[in-house]
């Protein structure tokens, strides 16, 4: 029996992002700024973001060097184990093997800081003082004040309302790294007061969120913006994550048939994806599977148009899956599965039909995330319990065709900090909610003219 954990050493670490627009079968539409209805300049998005995330955004380069600053930090936890999960392959019944890389053993509980370092970094960098950002279910929060603390940045975090309210310790967290957080619509912007005037009780959403902090990066000369996913330069942040996993297969000999993610606005999927499509593209013989919920269906119901990123029209606007930015999600408690659009990238790679796309229910999802915790032992963050069940439903289809199948997902982040939600599932207080067509269509009418 080969060992349950796979670790990689320190020198191992890969030194470089990959970029898959440099792969791309169909190039990127390009955005468009908000106001001006013409395509974005690098010089418009320095308002918000600095230089040198803007040339990765834009840039088709297909290797990006890992500045050392950016390394020393993540070799705090990286390389991250790529596990076998035993105990559920038996519990199961499946001839499958299933594997999970452990992106939960970071600072602060999921992949997201593979992205906040270097995005903290290239700010300070450049002479920022202060971040300001908005997170769903906090994870992006909690790694944007975990990176900001690190360079000696100030930050600010708008959090969706909802799960504000959900997860205090959240709040608990970030405040311990040095930063300040406002439950999201806020008093402290104008997109924030404008929406309690309409809705004092708005459960708020992330594109919501999204407005508040761009409007406050706008507002000062101080401070910049900083997204959690989404963007181009994001996910190829985060694709230290799969550049991992192909070592790892490698060093034990083998390889996955299906690869599976859950996607949200895309970022842990496309870590874990973007480099094994790479491999796909030049031959691998691999399937890669992205799970969405049911309730926020951005791929699977929504259109691939030109939309706005945020609620108050502040944001570019991209060519994206999209379910309208007027989208106010339910109260579903993946709060990072929330978002109205889907990455460029993820959404240009379904697409061209590299990518598979299946919406989930919760309660589905959750049973699913309650056996991973007791037969594995790692309670997973309730967006990871959506790969967690499309890994299980892999698993028996293999167990019905009596087939052999290699799965390998990724565990996104552990759910300590999400354990209202499953107190909720316990009492019977969780409902599977499928979002209506007539909502997504209504939405659809707002998308703008552009392209």
Known sequence: MKPVKTLLSEQDMPKQWYNIQADLPTPLAPPYHPATMQIV??????????????????????????????????????????????????????????????????????HKPNTSVPQAYYNKKEGIKRIATETGAGQWGSAMSLATNMFGIECTVYMVRVSYDQKPYRKSMINTWGAEIFASPSTQTESGRKILAEDPDSPGSLGLAISEAVEDAAGRADTNYALGSVLNHVCMHQTIIGEEALRQFKAIGEKPDVVIGCIGGGSNFAGIAFPFLREKMAGMDVRVLAIEPASCPTVTKGVYAYDYGDMAHMAPIVMMHTLGHTFMPPSIHAGGLRYHGMAPTVSRVVEDGLVEARAITQLECFESGVLFARTEGIIPAPESTHAIRGAVEEALIAKEEGKEKTILFNLSGHGHFDMSSYDAYFAGKLHNYRYPQELVDEALKHLPKVG
Do not use: C, H
């Not at 995330?53 to 390394?71: C, G, H, T």
């Open 41 to 110: 300049t690098p010089e418009q998005m320095n308002v918000i973001f600095p230089m040198s995330l803007i040339e990765q955004e834009m840039s088709d380069k297909r290797w990006w060097e890992i500045p050392d600053e950016v390394l020393q930090i993540l070799a705090l936890w990286r390389p991250t184990p790529l596990q076998r999960a035993y105990n559920l392959e038996k519990a199961l019944g499946t001839p499958a093997k299933i594997y999970f890389k452990n992106e939960s053993v970071s600072p602060a509980g999921s």
